[in-house]
């Protein structure tokens, strides 16, 4: 039987007390919990563990949640995980500038556990939600590939699935830029989906598997009529 992963949060406080207590109530939510007292620190888990959300103090002995927050948004590994600022309860300016960089949310010190659980698990949420669907093409990513494959394992039903690489797109968008390249793709995917409409199902699923390849999951009746379609589609265009 399948358990549902445990979300993975990052607490950076430099306050002993306030970071064990935290620690402690997250883990009894069912989270896995990671804290830092200093700004290196965090860095530095960070690239270690795979993190879900930050919840990030401002005012750090090293450097200040700023500076560690620019750095999460500008490392491929964390640019995309939801981070929330704990900031006093006046700061105002430290807020506006923490949601001009990028912040999904903030709490002010001092905080209610049930509300800032409640702020974690909806920053978690919205981001789940916006990494199922690529930013180019709006097909949803390999999460939603792998669930659909499992539902169907677990189900026992009749499936295959058919693989269209582009290849060459790295090269097309070196030599004429990232618009010239997702024009393309989109166009390649259009033409995707307006064949697995025509001669799919409608519990068809066409998604990513990687940025340049795609797969249409359908019944093994609907592979060869749709696989010959598009080879013909795309060999005239």
Sequence with gaps: ???????????????????????????????????????S?????????????????????????????????TQRQTQKVPIIFMTEKNAQADRLHGLEMGVVDYVTKPFDNQELHLRVRNAIQRAEQAATLNAVTELPETPVLEKRIYDLLD???DWTAVLFALGGLSTLRERYGF?????????????IRNTV???????????????NE?????????AAAIRSRLETRLRHS
């Design 1 to 39: 039987m399948n358990t549902k992963p445990q979300h993975c949060i990052l607490i950076v406080e430099d306050d002993a007390d306030v970071s064990a207590m935290l620690s402690l109530y997250f883990k009894m939510q069912g989270y896995e919990v990671f804290s830092a007292e200093q700004g």
């Design 179 to 191: 618009v010239a390249a997702d024009d393309m793709l989109r166009a390649v995917t259009l033409m």
């Design 155 to 157: 189900h026992e039903r």
């Design 214 to 222: 795609l797969v249409v999951v359908t019944h093994p009746r609907n």
């Design 41 to 73: 620190e965090a860095l530095a888990i960070s690239a270690e563990q795979r993190l879900d959300l930050v919840v990030l103090d401002i005012r750090l002995p090293d450097i200040d949640g700023y500076e560690v927050c620019r750095q999460l948004l």
């Design 197 to 211: 409409r025509e001669l799919g199902d409608d519990a068809d699923l066409l998604s990513h598997l990687s940025d």
